[in-house]
T-cell receptor
Framework: DTEVTQTPKHLVMGMTNKKSLKCEQHMGHRAMYWYKQKAKKPPELMFVYSYEKLSINESVPSRFSPECPNSSLLNLHLHALQPEDSALYLC????????????????FGPGTRLTVL | AQKVTQAQTEISVVEKEDVTLDCVYE???????LFWYKQPPSGELVFLIRRNSFDEQNEISGRYSWNFQKSTSSFNFTITASQVVDSAVYFC?????????FGQGTELSVKP
């Protein structure tokens, strides 16, 4: 299995809702990432988990809450989002954890298109 | 500062034309890695190539080729005999302690 899967594919939520995005990989990768991508822009890193521990938080607002229940799963819990949070949310994984250096390519999932009303 | 510049925002070509996408990077590191990703309209970023700073050999993979020149801090990507399926946004990226520093992307449109 050489892919990263993400569910749901599309999500529409109100500003008072709580929802979660899910990401899964079965490649034995030890680092997993959440990115946010607005239209016509490059992906922006949000969080990095290395060996199931949160290693990088790029000053993301607390209405986004990541969770890594095990080495294959990554969740992003959403609560009280704003319309400007509407974007494509991409998950990625790479073989080594962050201590393994910068050389590992990241493999991306298809993303979740989130719309906040 | 770590930075990647893709000066071409949009390129439009006709099928079978060759096209080169430019990438210029800035880094303070002596060891670094460069990447190219393709993002078709479906949204998924597809990994194309990784190059480390010690390997300046050009690489060819089918219709794709990459030219890495440390002297000019460039890592350009050429598609030979372009096809409609090559239409996508292409990102060049530089690694920085596990993060990817992306360029702004080049949107390539290949018309039949």
């Amino acid at each position: 299995d050489t892919e990263v899967t993400q569910t749901p594919k599309h999500l529409v939520m109100g500003m008072t809702n709580k929802k979660s995005l899910k990401c899964e990989q079965h490649m034995g990768h030890r680092a997993m990432y959440w990115y946010k991508q607005k239209a016509k822009k490059p992906p922006e890193l949000m969080f990095v988990y290395s060996y199931e521990k949160l290693s990088i938080n790029e000053s993301v607002p607390s209405r986004f809450s990541p969770e890594c229940p095990n080495s294959s799963l990554l969740n992003l819990h959403l609560h009280a989002l704003q319309p400007e949070d509407s974007a494509l949310y991409l998950c990625a994984s790479s073989q080594a954890g962050l201590a393994g250096g910068s050389g590992n390519e990241q493999f991306f999932g298809p993303g979740t298109r989130l719309t906040v009303l | 500062a770590q930075k990647v510049t893709q000066a071409q925002t949009e390129i439009s070509v006709v099928e079978k034309e060759d096209v080169t996408l430019d990438c210029v990077y800035e880094t303070r590191d002596t060891t670094y890695y460069l990447f190219w990703y393709k993002q078709p309209p479906s949204g998924e970023l597809v990994f194309l190539i990784r190059r480390n700073s010690f390997d300046e050999q050009n690489e060819i993979s089918g219709r794709y080729s990459w030219n890495f020149q440390k002297s000019t801090s460039s890592f350009n990507f050429t598609i030979t005999a372009s096809q409609v399926v090559d239409s996508a946004v292409y990102f060049c990226a530089l690694s920085d302690v596990g993060k990817l520093i992306f360029g702004q992307g080049t949107e390539l449109s290949v018309k039949p």
